[in-house]
Nanobody, 124 residues
């Protein structure tokens, strides 16, 4: 079984920055992509960003484009989300996800593995 563990969440003022990390452990899997989703209270889980492991191609939601950056770590199956210029509307639980095969990158149903989530709170 594969486990994804997120870290780096917290409380920050509007305009500030946070860096989230996600590390995979357990049974090694060959992942096509790893991504980040978020879920605010009373809302559905929404796509934030994803990176295709081979080649490093990235995709972002319109709401975070230009402010967030997803990247791979040197260690296999490690991914980061650098979040700058944070806004109160970015407040949510952020989830790391892994996709084994080719799928719809923005669709949460295409991801096979999920972390437990890390809370990000942006105060105004």
């Amino acid at each position: 079984q594969v486990q994804l563990v997120e870290s780096g969440g917290g409380l920050v003022q509007a305009g500030g920055s946070l860096r989230l990390s996600c590390a995979a452990s357990g049974r090694t899997f060959s992942n096509y992509a790893m991504g980040w989703f978020r879920q605010a209270p009373g809302k559905e889980r929404e796509f934030v960003a994803t990176i295709i492991w081979s080649g490093g191609s990235t995709t972002y939601s319109e709401s975070v484009k230009g402010r967030f950056t997803i990247s791979r770590g040197n260690a296999k199956n490690t991914v980061f989300l650098q979040m700058n210029s944070l806004k109160p509307e970015d407040t949510a639980v952020y989830y790391c996800a892994g996709m084994r095969g080719v799928g719809r990158l923005r669709d949460r149903r295409g991801y096979d593995y999920w972390g437990q989530g890390t809370q990000v709170t942006v105060s105004s």
